[in-house]
């Protein structure tokens, strides 16, 4: 069972990010951060997120990224469910422009990918990243995904101030933000 909901997650993931179209609104594309890889790669906890499907039974989630020698980055997303089943996805991500680290495609390796590849890439923004590679927003082009994301599960009431404000001035709708369950805010 686990390993069946393994694999929907995967493809959900996929599938949503692989095929999400712009937003007809034609507001600027928001802005994005270069990226230092090597500072990027660790671990990254989601503080909150935009609602989509295939999060929908997430209550904690997490990313780790971890450079590959060819450039890449290996990824793997967990998802803490409801019922207290975790998933995880793995998947590559590369630069969509070489040289410029801010904006990557991702792909999630499952049978999906390797049926349609060219359909199953998500585009992976960096919006915002603090200094010490503390915090950081990562959002798509249309504003319809966006992630709030820390180095630890919580975060001061400031920090996150600052990220909403951030991500609202980017134009996403942060009214709809999902915010992780059981963590508190830090001191």
Partial sequence: MAMRKALMFSCMTLALMGCVGSNDDHQAAPSTMQVDLQRYQGTWYELARLPMFFQRNCVQ???HYALREDGRI??????KEKDGEVNEAHGIAEAQVPGKTDK???RFDNWFSRLAPGLTKGEYW???HDKDYRVALVGHPNREYLWLLSRTPAIT???RDELVAIARKQ???TSKLIWRQG?????
């Fill in 157 to 159: 009431d400031q920090t």
């Fill in 183 to 187: 963590t508190p805010t830090a001191p």
């Fill in 126 to 128: 960096v919006l915002y």
């Fill in 171 to 173: 134009g996403y709708d």
């Fill in 61 to 63: 989630s997490e990313a």
């Fill in 74 to 79: 290996d990824v793997t997303n967990r998802c």
């Fill in 104 to 106: 990557l495609w991702v």
